[in-house]
């Protein structure tokens, strides 16, 4: 049987969904970046990628080497393309303008370089994770430099999303508002082959995973839930739940895509401004649409995710995604 690329595929979505040239080829751009970003995680000490970079990001936190590279990469892959207005990136204090000497396009790319690098060293799970938006037109100009609003959208307004993971096996998980896609790298071909057609989170589980350390700092609707699940078969929910916490949200949310699951950052009171550790642009919306996409459900504890206007680039969210009837229960305790 002959095998599916991920070119293939967008080329056949483009035939039957309509799905633009520019589209497909930013996708196909964002891919390349990842396989690149994927052989240099690979290298590890052997090609001195690890530590730190003795540089902070605009959250203040310690920038690993691997988040610098990745960050070029992903910036000088997609800004002579022709394809987009501009970037955002959780590694850049503001969005990055496409060089005048290039054309610009329609879409905008929001990425998190590589998610979860605080990993990197113990050679753990990390990734690269990525939206995309139309450009308002009346925002794009040949002259002008892109303003901050042009990405302030609701998830909704995604056009698609994804994410690679760096482990055992380097995937790609692709939304396009029309299912989820995986496809795994095939390091001898050097393309992306499509291995997981049609990916689904079961709407029920016994699997939750949160950094319990912070249990301390959690508000009362969370405390309760995980009380609960923690009381197993004695407790109101009934069964016994099993706990998984990689501390790579790439690697939590796809072990939830490939075998359902609850992913919980809740608010917390260490840092009463900063209402989560998720960024709402970088993380949580295009986690949210591949998980809704999958059949999952995402919300800040109160509302979907996907519908939150956002006010600023940087903007951190609680999150709370996986399984259905799970998201539906600690989003209930919230309300109640
Ligand atoms: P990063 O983007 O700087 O790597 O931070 C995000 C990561 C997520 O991947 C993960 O879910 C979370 O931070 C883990 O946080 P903690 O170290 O508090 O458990
Ligand atoms: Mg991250």
């Known amino acids: 049987?002959?095998?599916?690329?991920?070119?293939?595929?967008?080329?056949?979505?483009?035939?039957?969904?309509?799905?633009?040239?520019?589209?497909?080829?930013?996708?196909?751009?964002?891919?390349?970046?990842?396989?690149?970003?994927?052989?240099?995680?690979?290298?590890?000490?052997?090609?001195?990628?690890?530590?730190?970079?003795?540089?902070?990001?605009?959250?203040?936190?310690?920038?690993?080497?691997?988040?610098?590279?990745?960050?070029?990469?992903?910036?000088?892959?997609?800004?002579?393309?022709g394809h987009l207005a501009g970037m955002a990136s959780e590694e850049m204090d503001n969005a990055y303008q496409?060089?005048?000497?290039?054309?610009?396009?329609?879409?905008?790319?929001?990425?998190?370089?590589?998610?979860?690098?605080?990993?990197?060293?113990?050679?753990?799970?990390?990734?690269?994770?990525?939206?995309?938006?139309?450009?308002?037109?009346?925002?794009?100009?040949?002259?002008?430099?892109?303003?901050?609003?042009?990405?302030?959208?609701?998830?909704?307004?995604?056009?698609?999303?994804?994410?690679?993971?760096?482990?055992p096996q380097t995937m790609l998980l692709l939304t396009l508002g029309d299912g989820v896609k995986g496809f795994t790298l095939d390091?001898?071909?050097?393309?992306?082959?499509?291995?997981?057609?049609?990916?689904?989170?079961?709407?029920?589980?016994?699997?939750?995973?949160?950094?319990m350390s912070n249990q301390r700092h959690w508000e009362a609707p969370v405390k309760r839930y995980v009380d609960e699940l923690l009381a197993g078969e004695e407790g109101p929910l009934g069964k016994n739940y099993n706990m998984r916490w990689i501390a790579s949200m790439v690697a939590d949310v796809h072990r939830i895509l490939t075998r359902g699951g609850l992913f919980m950052y809740p608010r917390d009171g260490r840092e009463p401004d900063k209402p989560g550790k998720l960024r709402l642009m970088y993380e949580a919306n295009p986690m949210s649409f591949i998980v809704e996409q999958a059949g999952g459900a995402a919300t800040d504890g109160v509302q979907r995710i996907l519908d939150i206007q956002p006010t600023s680039l940087h903007q951190r969210v609680p999150v709370f995604l996986g399984s259905r009837e799970e998201v539906e229960r600690v989003t209930g305790y919230h309300k109640a």
């Open 187 to 211: 390091r001898e071909l050097g393309s992306f082959v499509l291995t997981h057609d049609d990916i689904r989170v079961p709407e029920s589980t016994a699997e939750f995973a949160i950094n």
């Open 1 to 81: 049987m002959s095998r599916v690329t991920l070119s293939r595929y967008l080329i056949e979505q483009t035939r039957s969904h309509n799905t633009p040239a520019d589209l497909r080829f930013l996708i196909e751009v964002v891919a390349r970046a990842c396989k690149e970003i994927s052989h240099q995680v690979s290298k590890g000490a052997l090609g001195g990628v690890l530590g730190s970079a003795d540089t902070e990001n605009v959250q203040g936190e310690v920038q690993k080497k691997l988040d610098v590279l990745s960050n070029e990469i992903l910036l000088e892959a997609n800004e002579w393309g």
């Open 98 to 167: 496409i060089p005048g000497k290039y054309p610009k396009g329609a879409y905008l790319l929001v990425f998190d370089p590589l998610d979860g690098s605080s990993n990197i060293d113990v050679n753990v799970s990390v990734g690269t994770i990525f939206s995309v938006l139309r450009c308002p037109s009346d925002e794009i100009s040949q002259n002008d430099s892109l303003r901050e609003n042009a990405f302030l959208q609701p998830g909704t307004k995604q056009v698609a999303a994804g994410y690679a993971i760096y482990g």
